[in-house]
């Protein structure tokens, strides 16, 4: 396999994003955000924008919008987990990110995380983290992964 085929067999995507399947598979993908539909995620008071999907790799990016007093329980970070935040603050035991600033956690590492006034985030996994306590085994797309 040559590493264009390797180029032209991604699995990477974004969900609802009118006219993808008529882009060729080196095209670059315009994505409109605000047509892209606020989907639940298992906690209650976050909501997720999928920007960019890969299934195989477990690749995504994501704006999350938190509600005041929204919560996140306890997780472990597969991969490096990066995160912007946009307007807002997220906080865990360790700090608070506020709007405008960036905070990534190390690959394995577990926290829960909460918002007290809402917020809006840009966040990037290399793999989705895995819920410890409150929906366990799933990840923050709702999916089982056992």
């Known amino acids: 396999m040559t590493m264009l085929d390797e180029v032209t067999e991604t699995s990477a995507h974004t969900p609802h994003l009118a006219g993808e399947e008529t882009l060729g598979p080196l095209a670059s993908r315009y994505v409109d955000v ?75 590492s577990r926290h829960d995380a909460y918002s007290p006034k809402g917020a809006l985030l840009l966040a990037m996994f290399l793999r989705p983290n895995i819920f410890l306590e409150d929906h366990a085994g799933q990840n923050l797309a709702g999916k089982n992964l056992e």
């Open 34 to 108: 605000a047509a892209l539909p606020w989907k639940p995620t298992p906690c209650k008071g976050i909501s997720m924008k999928i920007l960019l999907k890969d299934e195989k790799t477990g690749l995504m990016t994501a704006l999350f919008k938190w509600e005041p007093g929204a919560r996140l329980s306890l997780h472990e970070h597969v991969e490096i987990e990066q995160s912007y935040v946009l307007e807002g603050s997220l906080c865990d035991g360790e700090g608070e990110a506020t709007a405008g600033n960036f905070v990534w956690r190390p690959k394995h």
